[in-house]
């Protein structure tokens, strides 16, 4: 009777919510693009209202729309002599949807204003970029298959760009090894944001950056603005949303990736100061703590992180805010205290591993108006990375331990950074700014040689800074055709390396919708850090040379790019690329070898070879095609391709594959989303993709004089074989329903259903000689729950 009555409940509530209207606020304020000063007048409305519903922005660039029906909206910004611009939202029960909408102004042509124009949805945020540049919502991060609100995995999918494997987000960016992407958030430059990351890499497992923080944001892929330093591939530019300042709202959600908690709101409603703050534990890590193993103790990895946004405006001293990200994480096993040798991770010999890793950064960010044209962006922040490593070899006869490896990797970077943002007219706007990171590492490892000894691999103590420096000028011949130029500098002080690097790009818009760009960009990127000290060893004197990095230069890269964009409607577009790059001053070792930092970057480490000199050179060159839907009328897809070819020289001068020269990647993904009620959605999001599968180097099993196995590569063939085509399809479905105030939301991505066998890599065991194959991730399901009030 019970179970009836609980029964008979269920589908009353069920009913109430699906037959219930519930409404919402629509609010925000407008400002122009360049300036960021408030447009007054300018008219809003949301065109798929019935009747439509019209309003203007006040004095200060504010509107508001009060009891507006949940659901989707397209929501329309028209202003006199500024390009429209058209908003989608998804307006919820549970939260208000505050924008902050910024209009571009339109070139005077003689007596005529053309007013006809409108802001495209995927084109940057920055102005200042022309080519292989796109902006993406938050509500992208998660409506992908597979991406789960991680930036990175989602920009996997966009043309130029594969993820390097599924175990961690690394992205391959047009051949390029993922070391030279650039994280920045809210303007400042920050390590690596990623959970299990390896120090001096820009990828992990899991990421720390918090979607539920984050506005729409810019994606790079080459040739990008002179505002971008020390990046060889492309570039993050993420920004985080300021609170609601009118009304707290909070956040819960539970899925297999964490618990998380946040809130944000007003500090007090007689002032427009706001609060954002999330937090998040690994759900595996607190089951464990709870006495619900999921595997061996020790085994289950653990992470937790904190992201928040404090927005201070004022009346006369501008605009402060303040922001910080902060993570750590770890996973250790022990072979010593398991009870059989069949439990060991390798069966042929038995290990004690831990490792430890984090990051955080904290910036404050303060904007002035000089006058109504111009802007003073000034910028501190203070962010550290660490890595501890432990490695210990454990016998499989007696489980006696020996120690065999140490490594603890700590580094404070302190940046400082002023620019001066100024529209001279409609058609000119210029950007000049400086920038300088200062970074103190503390590096230490040591590693067991055959002859009982242990060999210290770098060794860090002291500071050193990295100085940069950029102009960029945007000139708009007129409505149709744009020109940028800019040129970006950088000197690095530990060792004199200094880099002058022009940027420039036209666009011309020679038919409505359709339009041609090309770009040119030098790029240059310091190497990862630790090696700078790499110490070398004398095996006569039994001294070490603790210098043999230290005169590195920057490895660089010449970025060509022409492309074409056909708006062939309001949400339908086709582009095409096709790119070049000539990379050169790549870390190589002086004797002949195939060695190129090029090929790493995509792993759990950065190999510390010492004596190494920038005689590397590498290319990259390739073509691509995206066909998009925007979402209108319920549905999206989004079909890229990219073929492209990454070659490489190391010190043995022979032209090699790249590491990451998977020669094709094509994605095809979509979603369409049901109205099941006036307050009830349900969307299913497929996705497949296929790729060249991973490149490995030719190799023979033979074995030693001890009579155990090893692979014996043959390096002068580096990276010739290539592993089958990668394939695989997921899909994910989303059922979200609001009630009065609240919005509840189930997440279930079914990955890989079709359980492909994409191989990773292939190992052998050293006692018999077997070959076995280890695969990427067969058939899953990962489920979350989110709910918003």
């Known amino acids: 009777m019970k179970r009836i009555t609980f029964f008979i409940c269920l589908l009353f509530y069920s009913s ?93 042509q003689g007596d005529e204003v053309v007013i006809k124009a409108t802001q495209r949805k995927d084109k940057p945020i920055n102005q200042m970029a022309q080519i292989s540049a796109r902006s993406f919502t938050v509500e992208e991060t998660e409506r992908y298959a597979g991406s789960w609100g991680d930036p990175a995995r989602m920009a996997s999918n966009y043309a130029g760009v594969m993820a390097a494997s599924e175990a961690r987000n690394d992205i391959i960016i047009r051949g390029n090894s993922p070391l030279g992407l650039l994280w920045r958030l809210e303007g400042q430059n920050i390590p690596n944001p990623n959970h299990f990351g390896a120090f001096g ?57 964490g618990i998380e908690l946040g809130a944000e709101g007003p500090f007090s409603k007689k002032h427009d100061a706001s609060y954002l703050i999330n937090y998040r534990y690994s759900f595996l890590g607190l089951m464990q703590k709870l006495g619900i193993n999921y595997g061996p103790e020790g085994t289950v990895p653990e992470y937790q992180d904190i992201s928040y ?33 069949s439990d060991f991770v390798n069966t042929d010999s038995g290990s004690d591993f831990s490792f430890h890793s984090g990051m955080i950064t904290n910036g404050v960010n303060h904007v002035y108006s000089f006058s109504s044209n111009t802007l003073l962006i000034s910028r501190l922040s203070v962010a550290g990375s660490f890595s501890n490593y432990k490695y210990d070899s454990v016998s499989i006869i007696d489980r006696s331990v020996t120690l065999y490896a140490r490594s603890k990797l700590v580094e404070w970077q302190y940046s400082a950074g002023t620019e001066i943002n100024s529209k ?20 230490r490892d040591s590693t067991l040689q055959n002859d ?57 818009q020679f038919l409505k919708g359709q339009s041609f760009s090309i770009g040119y960009g030098l790029h240059s990127q310091l190497q990862p850090h630790q090696l700078y000290f790499s110490q070398s060893y004398n095996d006569i004197t039994g001294e070490y040379n603790e210098s043999t990095n230290k005169d590195l230069d920057f490895t660089k890269s010449h970025h060509y790019v022409f492309g074409y964009d056909y708006l062939i409607k309001k949400d339908l577009r086709f582009k095409f690329e096709t790119y070049y790059q000539q990379i050169y001053n790549a870390p190589v070792e002086q004797i002949p070898s195939y060695h190129s930092l090029l090929n790493y970057g995509a792993e759990f480490y950065i190999p ?9 050179t590498g290319k990259n060159y390739g073509v691509e095609f995206t066909l998009e839907k925007f979402f209108s009328n319920n549905y999206y897809f989004l079909i890229t391709t990219s073929i492209f070819e990454a070659r490489y020289k190391g010190s043995d001068h022979v032209e090699h594959n790249s590491a990451f020269n998977n020669n094709y990647v094509v994605n095809i993904l979509g979603g369409y989303e049901f109205e099941l009620g006036k307050n009830t959605f349900l969307a299913a999001s497929p996705k497949f993709v296929t790729a060249g599968g ?16 090893y692979m014996d590569y043959d390096h002068d063939r580096a990276y ?70």
């Open 16 to 108: 109430l919510t699906i037959l219930s209207q519930y409404t919402q606020t629509i609010r925000g304020t407008i400002k122009d693009k360049d300036t960021r000063q408030p447009l007054l007048g300018v008219n809003i409305v949301i065109a798929s209202t019935d009747p439509q519903r019209g309003t203007t922005s006040d004095l200060k660039g504010i509107f508001r729309f009060d009891e507006v029906p949940v659901g989707r909206y397209e929501v329309q910004f028209s202003y006199l002599g500024y390009k429209s611009m058209n908003v989608d939202i998804n307006l919820s029960s549970a939260q208000e949807v505050v924008l902050e909408i910024e209009l571009t102004e339109m070139v005077y």
């Open 608 to 616: 510390t070879y010492d004596s190494l000199v920038n005689e590397g």
């Open 201 to 257: 890499t820009t990828g992990g497992p899991i990421s720390m950056l918090n979607n539920n923080l984050l506005r729409n944001s810019d994606f790079y892929t080459g040739a990008f603005p002179a505002e971008f330093g020390n990046a060889l591939s492309g570039a993050f530019d993420l920004n985080m949303r300021s609170g609601n300042n009118q009304q707290r709202e909070y956040l819960v959600q539970l899925g297999l990736n």
């Open 720 to 789: 010739e074989e290539q592993y089958p085509a990668y394939l695989r399809l997921d899909i994910m479905v989303t059922l979200r329903w609001n009630s009065k105030r609240t919005m509840n939301e189930w997440i279930v991505d079914f990955q890989n259903i079709t359980n492909n066998e994409n191989i990773y890599y292939r190992s052998i065991d050293r006692l018999t000689g077997e070959e076995s194959t280890t695969y990427h991730q067969k058939f899953a399901w990962l489920m979350m729950w989110r709910m918003r009030f």
């Open 424 to 443: 001279i007219n409609t058609r000119n706007h210029l950007n000049i700014g400086i920038k300088t990171d200062v970074y103190s590492p503390a590096f």
């Open 694 to 709: 991973n490149r490995y180097t030719p190799y023979t099993i033979e074995q030693d004089n001890s009579g155990r196995y």
């Open 309 to 341: 946004k404090i927005d201070l405006p004022t009346s006369n001293a501008g605009r402060f805010s303040l922001f910080g990200v902060a993570g750590n994480s770890n996973v250790k096993t022990y072979d010593s205290k398991k009870d059989s040798v």
């Open 452 to 508: 009982s000894s242990y060999r210290v691999g770098s060794k860090a103590d002291g500071t050193m800074a990295l100085f940069q420096g950029y102009a960029e000028w945007r000139h708009r011949l007129n409505n149709n055709i744009t020109f940028y130029s800019g040129l970006h500098s950088q000197y690095f002080a530990l060792n004199g390396s200094f880099s002058v690097e022009p940027r420039a790009s036209i666009r011309w």
